[in-house]
């Protein structure tokens, strides 16, 4: 008997110290979804914008009103206001399904190395959450202006946005793992996806020089045109996602364009099947359009000599031509060859102009860093080199090489009849 | 009394109204305590001696009676010399004789302390009567029928036959015992005594088992099986001639192990039917049938076959002596007599395979198991059984693999979810709601929304529910439509779930569980299973996944540790023993090589290794090539 009692108090003790704790009921919780970060106007405070959803709101009937809920308040860090949010919030907050940290351009150029330690370090964040900067705006009016149209809940449209960046690869789509990793590590760069409100300065859509040599214009998230009655009205969803944000160390350095983006990819390995637009090689002022992706991982090298780095890079892309603006007949194999050939010198050419532009910002955006280590010993030695100078200054090598495997479903460019020429 | 005046009467209306009268009922039956019976046994009965004294001292006047009755005809035969006369006296004197030797007053009084069903037959036919009434209880007891008549011939002898009605078969009876006895003539032979029962059921009696006896425990026994009983004056030993007819069920179509494919014969309540569609499936001489009686008071037949060549003698030693080793009044149910001789009787996981299927039991008799079978239940018992072929069913072999394979994955993911899907729900969305897509962690929550209970009771309440419905369906009577179960369950969760009471994914979740318990073959195994449940849920309830793998940890402990005849329940897996192809999924048939191992059989091996000898000859037609 005795024996029984005390092996009955050994198992439960085990039981009820190994079990877990704090269980709650579904209606007990506040779910955040997403959450903002801003430079508060009060010095040295953060604006942070939680946004909840409402679960009531999505059931079948009934169903009435805003999905979601997003509430502002001002606090000296992310965990006070954690602490405020209660007292303002009737239910308990859950951060386990916060899919993404949106942060604004003011506190990104700022600095976030403060920031996000709380993020890596609590428990109920993931290192999945993605990392979203806004273009040259607030996160709070980011997230205000943010109505999805077509997903019921807000989170379901971030996981597929970002999920679908791939897809045109003219953004990136960085958790905050890898962001947090990028930025202790020093082999690269930290990146994060550029986010915008369209229409809010339209003006900035011109100001980005065309160079002479791109067949399509350039943008940044909130810049891409769009049809005049769509502005007018809050009726469609204008937010966007476009360009990269460049990090140093932990502050906002500059942007990439959603065309050096797609470079980027093309060296990150992330180019899944985009189309590409690029100049007639014969006939002026004519565009061919071409499906492109990677045939083979892309190799990256560098080389230290002398505090002289030399960057490779070696790039094999294939694809399918998908038109053909001048009819010229391209898919003959002498034509062919001269287009393959200006293919990869065009993209050559984007590359380069890409990486030089992160070479003045001191930014390793595609992360030569990690097959730099190979030509030190140990990765202390690697850490004692400020690499993002001897990236500024490395010498860049980029082969393209280019193989149209297929002609779409037409093989031949027939002339239209009865045409002029 | 005063006179009946008005003022009176009216009193006496007013106190018979406002009065409280208890009103007059009979005197009630009160069931008082028995006295204790040990008591009474010390008691000495004075009349108990005098009235066997007085018996003897009857019985030995009798006999002296019947002497002097026929020296008189003897006297007489021998005055007329009367030759016919003499011989029947002759015979009768033999008779006599025969009976003499009971008569011994140190025999007599020692057959008289015997208790009746202990003693021997007599040769005089009013004392087997006597001790047949003594018996039975006759004439309160109206079921024995006692038929008295004379065998004819030269020399009539008086008979009886005494059988139990309603065990019997008439017509048997009258056209074979009756008939040919009370029809005999050809009684040339002078013979008597016990030649003259041999002669009768040797050469006289059509009937298809008839045995001499010579104790009324075994008149007796015979009796109460639907025998009868022939006593012949002058012969100290009875007669016990088949007669069965009773009304009993005949094999019908499986009710609860109903199978698409298969045979489609499921056992009747009769003992000797059971047996007999036993053997009619397995026509071999290797099939040992054996029967012991069990039960003191009420003795129940109990068989239990096995095949001699292959099952484990120990096995069989052990089944015989657990059964043989039960003492106890009555067992009308082979699920009662499973818990009389089962390993763990407290553990709730059966620890013998039971089935209706005939085909069930003969592949596992093939395996080298052993059957046991009950008189009066519709079921057989299998052993020793391993957690594995409870998920097994019929017809898992009569299909091909892959859709056997496939059902059995199917019942396996069932068990699963039966056991666990209620605690690990309430589990994650009590502790665990990161491990949810967001949209289904809102989904829950936005369904949950309006429901004033917590998830925990809002599944102890549907799980009551169901069990409710469940419970009632079964006790419901036929008539009163048995798809009440289920239009009830309908009508409740919708119900419910519009009154705000339990939220929708609750009643899917509780659906979803009870549907996945019935795809356990085993309705006992899922019983069990029903009842581990609910502690799944309160563990998972308040520890969340840690406690469901608590709960599962416990129960993989409790099956690990049992045994089922010797077995260890979780073999092949723990102990590992060699793999059968026949486990959680099936090999194919002609690579089912081995027995289980697990069963230790005489004989392991069941097939050679190429048992489709077939595939290494030359197909028919092309031998010359």
């Given at each position: 008997m005795l024996r029984l009692a005390i092996v009955s108090l050994m198992i439960l003790a085990a039981v009820f110290t190994a079990g877990c704790f704090g269980g709650q009921e579904t209606d007990d919780i506040a779910y955040v979804l997403v959450m903002g970060l801003d430079k508060s106007?009060?010095?040295?405070?953060l604006d942070v914008t939680y946004q909840m959803a409402?679960?009531?709101?999505?059931?079948?009937?009934?169903?009435?009103?805003?999905?979601a809920l997003s509430i502002t308040l001002t606090a000296e860090s992310t965990s006070e206001a954690r602490d405020l949010f209660n007292s303002v919030v009737a239910r308990t907050l859950n951060?386990?399904?916060?899919k993404v940290l949106i942060i604004g351009e003011s506190l990104a150029r700022q600095g976030l190395g403060e920031v996000l330690g709380v993020f890596m370090r609590?428990?109920?964040?993931?290192?999945g959450m993605k990392i979203i900067i806004v273009n040259d705006d607030t996160a709070q009016n980011f997230i205000s202006k943010n109505?999805?149209?077509?997903?019921?809940v807000v989170s379901r449209y971030y996981e597929t946005i970002l999920l679908s960046?791939?897809?045109?690869?003219?953004f990136p789509s960085v958790n905050l793992h890898d962001f947090y990793s990028r930025m202790k590590s020093g082999s690269a760069a930290p990146i994060a996806v550029l986010a915008g409100i369209s229409g809010?300065?339209?003006e900035q859509a011109s100001s980005i020089p065309k160079k002479p040599s791109d067949s399509v214009d350039d943008y940044l998230a909130g810049q891409i045109p769009r049809g005049e009655e769509e502005t007018d009205?809050?009726?469609?969803?204008l937010a966007e996602f476009l360009g990269t944000a460049v990090f140093r160390e932990d502050k906002l350095v500059g942007k990439l364009t959603n065309q050096e983006t797609r470079m980027m990819a093309i060296l990150r390995n992330n180019l899944q099947n985009p189309f590409f637009t690029i100049d007639d090689p014969l006939v002026a002022g004519k565009h061919i359009v071409l499906n492109l992706r990677l045939g083979r991982n892309t190799k990256l090298d560098a080389d230290i000599h002398n505090d002289q780095a030399k960057l490779k890079g070696e790039i094999f892309l294939e694809g399918e031509i998908?038109?053909?603006?001048?009819?010229?007949?391209?898919?003959?194999e002498d034509y062919r060859k001269l287009l393959e050939e200006h293919i990869s010198q065009t993209i050559k050419q984007d590359i380069l102009t890409m990486l030089h532009k992160t070479q003045g910002m001191r930014a390793d955006v595609v992360g030569f860093g990690y097959p730099a280590?190979?030509?030190?010993?140990?990765y202390n030695e690697f850490m004692q080199i400020d690499w993002a100078d001897l990236y500024s200054k490395a010498d860049i090598d980029v082969t393209v090489k280019t193989r149209i495997r297929r002609t779409g479903l037409m093989w031949k460019t027939s002339p239209i009849n009865g045409s002029d020429n | 009394m005063v006179g009946n005046n008005v003022l009176s009467d009216l009193v006496y209306f007013l106190k018979n109204m406002l009065l409280y009268q208890p009103p007059r009922l009979p005197r009630p039956f009160v069931l008082n305590e028995t006295v204790d019976d040990k008591g009474q046994d010390y008691l000495?009965?004075?009349k108990q001696g005098l009235e066997t004294a007085a018996q003897e001292l009857d019985s030995q006047l009798k006999y002296a009676s019947e002497l002097r009755a026929l020296m008189e005809k003897a006297q007489v035969a021998i005055n007329n010399q009367d030759l016919s006369r003499v011989r029947e006296v002759a015979k009768k004197l033999k008779i006599l004789e025969e009976q003499e030797r009971e008569v011994e007053p140190i025999l007599l009084s020692y057959d008289h302390d015997l208790k009746p069903i202990e003693r021997s037959v007599s040769a005089r036919i009013d004392e087997n009567a006597r001790i047949i009434k003594e018996l039975y209880n006759l004439p309160t007891n109206k079921d024995i029928v006692m038929r008295d008549f004379i065998i004819p011939g030269p020399m009539p002898v008086k008979a009886m036959l005494i059988f139990v009605d309603g065990l019997i078969d008439k017509q048997v009876i009258n056209q074979s015992v009756l008939k040919p006895l009370m029809k005999w003539?050809?009684?040339?032979?002078e013979i008597s005594g016990q030649e003259l029962l041999t002669y009768i059921v040797d050469?006289?009696?059509?009937?298809?088992q008839a045995k001499k006896a010579t104790m009324f425990k075994e008149v007796a026994e015979g009796l109460n099986s639907g025998d009868s009983v022939l006593f012949i004056e002058g012969v100290p030993g009875a007669a016990v001639i088949e007669t069965k007819g009773f009304e009993h069920r005949g094999p019908e179509r499986p009710q609860i192990e109903q199978?698409?494919?298969?045979?489609q014969a499921a056992f009747a309540e009769a003992l000797r039917v059971n047996t007999g569609l036993i053997r009619s499936m397995m026509q071999t001489n290797d099939l040992v049938t054996e029967i012991i009686p069990v039960g003191d008071r009420i003795p129940v037949k109990c068989a239990f076959m096995y095949l001699k060549s292959v099952a484990n003698p120990k096995l069989v030693a052990e089944v015989k002596r657990r059964i043989d080793n039960i003492s106890t009044?009555?067992?009308?149910d082979l699920g009662v007599l499973e818990q009389f001789i089962?390993?763990?009787?407290?553990?709730?996981?059966?620890q013998m395979l039971s089935t209706e299927r005939v085909d069930r039991v003969t592949s596992h008799l093939a395996e080298g198991r052993v059957a046991i079978l009950l008189d009066g239940t519709p079921f057989v018992h299998l052993v020793p059984?391993?957690?594995?072929?409870?998920?097994?069913?019929?017809e898992d072999f009569s299909i091909k693999r892959p859709m056997g394979d496939f059902m059995r994955v199917v019942r396996l993911i069932g068990t699963i979810l039966a056991v666990i899907l209620p605690a690990a729900y309430l589990a994650i969305i009590y502790?665990?709601?990161?491990?949810?897509?967001t949209e289904l962690a809102l989904a829950i929550a936005g369904a949950r929304e309006?429901?004033?209970?917590?998830a925990a009771f809002e599944v102890v309440l549907m799980e009551l529910a169901f069990e409710l419905i469940r419970e009632a369906g079964l006790r419901i009577p036929g008539l009163l439509g048995s798809t009440i179960g289920i239009v009830g369950a309908l009508i409740l969760g919708q119900a419910a779930v519009q009154a705000n009471l339990v939220s929708p994914i609750t009643v899917i979740i509780i659906a979803i569980t009870g549907l996945a318990s019935?795809?356990?073959?085993d309705y006992r195994l899922s019983s069990a299973f029903r009842v581990l449940r609910f502690g799944f849920l309160l563990l998972g309830a308040t520890l969340g996944l840690v406690g469901v793998a608590i709960a599962l940890l416990l129960v993989s402990v409790l099956l690990s540790s049992m045994k089922s005849f010797g077995m260890p329940y979780m073999v092949p897996i723990g102990p590992k023993t060699?793999?059968?192809?026949?486990?959680?999924l099936r090999g194919p048939v002609f690579r089912?090589?081995?027995?289980?191992?697990?069963?230790?059989?005489?004989?392991?091996?069941?097939?050679?290794?190429?048992?489709?000898?077939?595939?290494?000859e030359p197909p028919a037609g092309r031998e010359e090539e």
């Open positions: 106007k009060q010095e040295g405070k409402i679960p009531r709101a999505l059931t079948g009937e009934g169903a009435s009103g805003e999905p951060l386990s399904h916060t609590f428990r109920e964040f993931r290192g109505k999805p149209k077509m997903e019921l960046a791939d897809q045109s690869s003219y809010k300065d339209s009205k809050e009726k469609p969803n998908s038109s053909i603006g001048s009819g010229v007949s391209y898919e003959r280590r190979k030509n030190f010993r140990t | 000495p009965d004075a003539d050809d009684l040339a032979k050469e006289c009696l059509p009937s298809n199978s698409v494919r298969g045979a009044d009555y067992i009308n089962e390993d763990h009787p407290t553990i709730p996981f059966p059984v391993s957690f594995f072929t409870f998920f097994h069913s019929a502790f665990h709601q990161e491990a949810l897509p309006r429901v004033p209970f917590p019935f795809t356990i073959p060699k793999p059968g192809f026949d486990t959680v089912q090589e081995m027995r289980p191992d697990a069963l230790n059989t005489r004989n392991q091996r069941r097939q050679p290794h190429i048992s489709r000898k077939w595939i290494t």
